[in-house]
């Protein structure tokens, strides 16, 4: 049992570039996430999906694009990377559980550097 | 839209003494409240987290965290604190049941020394 899962763990790109961050969990969730973290500013939400097919924009959703390619797996990609962009990626999931209010479990997260 | 402060960007105790981290949190409805942990080059794990059943949340690891109301805060602490709880802390703060709208804290350091 993996958990949830990143790749690449590392990446530097030059402005202008594009690539696409690969995430996938293997716990059946419905919900999945994509955050940035950057110093003295904690974690800001993306993009989210609640369930497969759907996504909608979080808190910093400017220069990026999100594919919910099925249940396990959810891709970010920035179609032309700028320096605003570097930064720390995590991916995470959760099961909607009104009852219990289910936790959010993380992946270990791509450090992009955009120079 | 709902928003957390967390006091102290860094925090030193020493192996054996009481950790207290501090979160204060704005909410327009009754909140859900989380307290998270990061070791280094790791994702977030879940240490405790506030849903309205009790005012005193216990975690993992000897956690805890009060609810006050009346205070806006969501206080985690330690009794004794150990080596390994050197790691970042991150307060959160959600006002829908789905995390939709999580907001994190910038984060607190804690160094523990020997």
């Known amino acids: 049992n993996a958990g949830v899962t990143q790749t690449p763990k590392f990446q530097v790109l030059k402005t202008g570039q594009s690539m696409t961050l690969q995430c996938a969990q293997d716990?059946?969730?419905?919900?999945m996430y994509w955050y940035r973290q950057d110093p003295g500013m904690g974690l800001r939400l993306i993009y989210y999906?609640?369930?497969?097919?759907?996504?909608d924009k979080g808190e910093v959703p400017n220069g990026y694009n999100v594919s919910r390619l099925n249940k396990r797996e959810f891709s970010l990609r920035l179609e032309s990377a700028a320096p605003s962009q570097t930064s720390v990626y995590f991916c995470?999931?959760?099961?909607?559980?009104?009852?219990?209010?289910?936790?959010?479990?993380f992946g270990p997260g791509t450090r992009l550097t955009v120079l | 839209a709902q928003s957390v402060t967390q006091l102290g960007s860094h925090v030193s105790v020493s192996e054996g003494a009481l950790v207290l981290l501090r979160c204060n949190y704005s909410?327009?409805?009754?909140?859900?409240l989380f307290w998270y942990v990061q070791y280094p080059n790791q994702g977030l794990q879940l240490l405790l987290k506030?849903?309205?059943?009790?005012?005193l949340v216990k975690g993992i690891n000897g956690f805890e965290a009060e609810f006050k109301k009346s205070e806006t805060s969501f206080h985690l602490t330690k009794p004794s604190a150990h080596m390994s709880d050197a790691a970042e802390y991150f307060c959160?703060?959600?006002?829908?049941?789905?995390?939709?709208?999580?907001?994190f804290g910038a984060g607190t350091r804690l160094t523990v020394k020997p």
């Open positions: 995470a999931s959760s099961e909607e559980d009104r009852s219990s209010y289910n936790e959010q479990f």
């Open positions: 716990m059946n969730h419905n919900s």
């Open positions: 999906s609640a369930s497969e097919g759907t996504t």
């Open positions: 909410s327009s409805v009754p909140p859900y």
């Open positions: 506030y849903t309205s059943a009790a005012t």
């Open positions: 959160a703060v959600s006002e829908t049941y789905n995390n939709n709208d999580m907001r």
